[in-house]
């Protein structure tokens, strides 16, 4: 019994001095992606120049998934199932849209359907798919309204049909969460140690940060320039995301006008100038940052306040000003600067 206890304690020992911590290495990459600038940021204790190739090939696997799901790709899912929408036939969908098709239902369903993919014809309604803005007339606003929602999709393993013809999905609410995570699981198979991935207001660490183990992680001011934060956050292996009204917008006659649609009136909502989930992965964090936006701060928060895991931050006009709204355990996780 004894000498087995000692050969334990020197196996420990031997493990323990290999895994002496060795000085870490950091490389930095930004790419375009999905829209936006992605920022991928690596620490680990290979070389320097390993890591900038595997950031490079990680924009590669990004991309891929990318053509797979974002409708402004030739033959992806979401264009081929607007092709198809009416004529009763189910298309063959990828493993990465089927995800976030279950997981986009889960949101609709939650929010009451607030946060609904179906938007994708709403969204091109009003330009926000080509940069063409207009405002559109009370009639096409009317017809979308008739066009059905997203209980007018169906999916089963591996395909998935749109019954009412001329209604399609738009991803862009969801998506990019999805593929941060991905971009995450691929990186912890390579064996990277830590770092952080952020992309268009979504974000998402790993592993333990190099200095102090938890990540700072600064809340933008919605109204104030770039850089401006009304807030710190202090995360671990945690995503955040951040929708706002100062994303993408035009202004005609003095009104502001944004991406972020309630699928129940066709216009942008008018509820909230920004929301700020943390949330345990970034499909979370983005789908109900999109999500607590169209509800605004009553029923946002109440939903948040059900939702276990996933916190937030609501900016919103009380009408004399600018307010905030934090779900229950929000408050102990960031530290608002004012
Ligand atoms: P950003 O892309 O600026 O980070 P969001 O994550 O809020 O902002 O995503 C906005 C995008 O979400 C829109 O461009 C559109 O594709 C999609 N979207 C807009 N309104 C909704 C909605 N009510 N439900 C689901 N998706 C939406
Ligand atoms: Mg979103």
């Known amino acids: 019994m004894r000498s087995e206890g000692q050969f334990v304690l020197i196996i420990t020992g031997l493990l323990l001095a290999c895994r002496q911590p060795s000085i870490l290495n950091h490389a930095e990459r930004n790419g375009f992606l999905m829209d936006t600038v992605v920022r991928i940021s690596l620490y680990d204790s290979r070389s320097h120049e390993e890591l900038e190739r595997r950031a490079d090939e990680l924009f590669e696997y990004m991309l891929?998934?990318?053509?797979?799901?974002?409708?402004?790709?030739?033959?992806?899912d979401p264009q081929r199932l607007a092709s198809a929408s009416g004529s009763g036939q189910f298309i063959?969908?990828?493993?990465?849209t089927e995800i976030i098709l279950k997981e986009a239902?889960?949101?609709?369903?939650?929010?009451?359907?607030?946060?609904?993919v179906t938007i994708g014809p709403l969204k091109k309604l009003w330009g926000f798919d080509s940069g063409n803005y207009r405002i559109p007339d009370s009639s096409e606003i009317a017809a979308?309204?008739?066009l059905g929602d997203f209980k007018d999709l169906e999916v089963r393993n591996g395909e998935a049909r749109i019954t009412r013809q001329g209604l399609g999905i738009d991803l862009g609410g969801i998506a990019k969460g999805y593929i941060l995570d991905a971009a995450v699981l691929w990186l912890q198979e390579k064996g990277i140690q830590s770092g952080l991935i952020e992309g268009g207001g979504d974000?998402?660490?790993f592993g333990p940060h190099p200095k102090r183990d938890l990540w700072r992680i600064g809340i933008q001011d919605p109204r104030n320039e770039r850089g401006t934060l009304i807030g710190i956050v202090s995360l671990k292996n945690q995503s955040i995301a951040t929708s706002g009204d100062y994303e993408r917008y035009f202004i005609r006659n003095g009104r502001r006008y944004h991406h972020i649609l309630d699928p129940q009136t066709g216009f942008p909502s008018s509820k909230a100038i920004s929301v700020t989930i943390i949330a345990p992965n970034a499909l979370l964090a983005d789908a109900y940052a999109t999500a607590v936006f169209v509800m605004g701060p009553d029923k946002g928060?109440?939903?948040?306040?059900?939702?276990?895991?996933?916190?937030g931050l609501i900016v919103y006009d009380n009408g004399n000003g600018l307010s905030y709204g934090l779900s229950k355990k929000a408050g102990a996780m960031i530290e608002m600067e004012k």
Not at 92 to 96: D, L, M, N, R, Y
Not at 105 to 116: H, Q, R, T, V, Y
């Open 92 to 96: 063959s969908i990828s493993h990465e």
């Open 203 to 205: 974000l998402r660490v």
């Open 64 to 76: 891929g998934i990318e053509k797979k799901v974002s409708l402004y790709f030739e033959d992806s």
């Open 144 to 146: 979308y309204l008739e």
């Open 301 to 311: 928060i109440t939903l948040l306040n059900r939702l276990p895991d996933i916190e």
């Open 105 to 116: 239902m889960g949101a609709f369903k939650e929010s009451n359907g607030a946060f609904d």
